[in-house]
Structures are given as structure tokens and as C-alpha cells.
């Protein structure tokens, strides 16, 4: 039984929450597989790569080349296929992050492996992998087992709990891997205005619907989102009449995303709506009609004009978390 290989993410160096949480499961999977859990890490510049140590990880490969400062599809999938011959796990784990989502079917195609992508659970039977991941839009989940010797899966960011020891720190290995010719590379990195995490990461949402009427009005949402902590989405309706932009959609042909908190403010929760957003561990819905479907997959419903219920829920928040 080889190893389990996690790919790591960083941002301008520093280990993003979402590895952290992948290396924890993939942590608790080592345990009941008796194998262990080192991390790739690419790139230019890491921070304390050691740290993944205290998530359970018991070597971090590290391959630091200024030509990998920033994310390259090629190069990434050059050194990590070339570490996976070198290492040869037997179960390799990505997140399911735009990163992930551009390397990892590039990455199994080069390994020449299967890949469960997006999966919302992961649990071992048999000795064996067993990725859980949503189908139909997310009306039914499967359950994927792998043949051939290496497993292959990315997991949706915040499906599992970062869990720190609070001490450790895992052993480097530097390695030396020539990420080859390099095709097409990023020149440049145009940070948006906001400094909120992306909605894919996000641990909390406040998305508006066509209800919002128009971009400005987005501004109570964003007060909302700024007193908890949150990141602003919006349904398909709302950015095609321009109130909000194409990064900030949630859906089946926007974002899929999975915080512990959405809500979901004048959005009538349609089937291409739900499809981004169904597996949120918390869903809140304020709607002014009872009737909307989106009540039917909502933990919490307020029935209400989102114009007044948006601001006192604000002032709410804001009062509690000052307490
Ligand atoms: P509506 O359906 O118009 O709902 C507005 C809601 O606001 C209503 O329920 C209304 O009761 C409520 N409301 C009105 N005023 C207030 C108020 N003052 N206070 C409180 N509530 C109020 N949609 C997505 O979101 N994401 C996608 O990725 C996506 N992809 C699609 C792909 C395809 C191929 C297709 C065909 C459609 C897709 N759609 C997508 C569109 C989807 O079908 C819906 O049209 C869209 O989600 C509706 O957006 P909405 O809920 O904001 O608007």
C-alpha cells in the first residue's frame, strides 16, 4: 500500500484553509488504511510548508521554482505526474478549487488514471477508496470505487474540517523537478477589488436574485456579508441584468460552492440555481413568496421583503457579534 498524496494550494505562498481541511481528511483515511499522508507543494516562494505537519501530513514535497511562481497547467502537471512516477501513491487528492478544477482532469489523463472529481465525502471500505460525489445536479449522490493502483479524486472546498494537533511540523523534502517547456504562461495577476474569499472557498454566502432590482441595491447585501464575514453571489437572473458580475454567479453554469452559510436573498431557488449551491451545510431564504421553491430546500425561511429583512438582520448580526 503506498501513500496518500495530497496536492497542496497556496496563496502567494502561504497554505490555503482548503488544503489544510483536505490534509485532515486525508489524515483520518490514513489511519484506517495504515498508510501515511505527505503534501505536494509547486511553486515559488513558500511559506512554513512544515505547518501542514499539525493537519497530519508526514512529508511535504516541495518543488520551488521561480518559473512556477505563478500557477501554470503545464508545469504543475509536468512535476506533480513526475513526483506520482517517482513516489507512486496509491491515492492522490486534489481540491476541487479553480486550480483543481483546471489541473486535476489534465493530471489524470497524463497518469493515465480515472478521477472522481468534485466529491463532497471520501471513506475507505476494504482497504480501497470510496469517493462520494454529487450527480444530477446534486439530486442524488454515488458512491465511486477505483480499479488500478492509484485512486484518484478532488473534494469540494469546506467538505471537511480542518483539525489542527496545534503542534508538528512535517518533514521537507525539496525536490528538483524540471517543469519542462512551458507553452503559455500568466503575466500578470489583476487582484479584484474585493479582498473576500472566492465563493467556491467561501465559509459564508449572501447571494441576491432578480429581487435585488439593481447593482446598487447589492450594496445592503454587502453590508451584510461585510458584518459576518461573507462573500457576495448572486443568481444567473441578477448578472444578466447586469447587477451583478459573471464571477459572482452561483449555479450550474456559474459557481459551485459549499460554505456553512448561504443566504439566499430574493432568489426563487430554481433547479439551475440549486444545482450550485444545494449541498451548503446551512441555507437561509428570504422571499416574499411562500410559495417559492426555494423554501423547500432552505434550513431557515423568512417570509418577507428582502428590503427590510436584509437591513435588520444586519443590525442583528452586527449587535450579536459586538456582544
Ligand atoms: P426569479 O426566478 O425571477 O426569482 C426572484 C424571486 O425574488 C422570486 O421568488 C420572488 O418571489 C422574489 N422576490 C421579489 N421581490 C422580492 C422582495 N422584495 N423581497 C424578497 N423576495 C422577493 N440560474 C442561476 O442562478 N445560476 C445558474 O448557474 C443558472 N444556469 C442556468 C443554465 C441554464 C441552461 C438555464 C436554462 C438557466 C440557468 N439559470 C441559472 C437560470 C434559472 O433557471 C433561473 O432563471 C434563475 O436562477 C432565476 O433567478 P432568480 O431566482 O434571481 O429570479
Redesign the pocket.
Known sequence: MGNILVIGEHQDGKVKKVTQELVSKAAELAGQLGSEVDVVLVGHGLQNPGELGQFGAKKVYTVDTPKLEKYNTEGYVKVISDLCNEVKPSILLGTASTLGRDLLPRLSARLNVGLASDCTDLKTDGGKLVATRPIYSGKAFVDVKFEGDLQMASARPNSFVAKSSGSGSAEIVSKDIDPGTLRAVIKEIVKGKSDKADLTEAARIVS??????NAENFKILQELADVIGATVG???????SGYAGHDM???????VVNPNLYI??????????L??MRTSKVIVA????PE???FTKADYGIV????Q?VPLLTAEFKKALSE
Open positions: 441576491g436574485g432578480r429581487a435585488m432590482k448572486a443568481s444567473r437572473a441578477a448578472v444578466d454567479q452561483v449555479g450550474q453554469t456559474g459557481k439566499a436573498c430574493g432568489i426563487s431557488g430554481a433547479i439551475q440555481h444545482a450550485g428570504i422571499n416574499k413568496d417559492a421553491p426555494i418577507g421583503d428582502l428590503f429583512i
